[in-house]
């Protein structure tokens, strides 16, 4: 996967945070959305502990930004 960008929504909790550990540990480039902070946070402190530098966006209603 090494050279591949993986986007994945909703991937805070479930399959979708489970799907981007393992792209992770292929070597893809992981950006992930969802709704929770302080969850994605969490998720980027563990894709960076693979060696990752993941790019992180939230949703809330107020619009979209990266975290």
Do not use: C, H, W
């Not at 945070?17 to 950006?31: D, L, M, T, Y």
């Not at 709704?35 to 979209?64: I, Y």
């Amino acid at each position: 996967m090494k050279n591949r960008v993986v986007l994945i929504t909703g991937a805070l909790t479930g399959i979708g945070r489970a799907a981007a550990i393992i792209f992770a540990r292929e070597g893809a480039q992981i950006v992930v959305s969802g709704r929770r902070d302080k969850q994605g946070q969490e998720l980027v402190a563990e894709l960076q502990g693979l060696g990752q530098r993941p790019f992180l966006f939230v949703l809330t209603s107020a619009g979209m930004r990266r975290a």
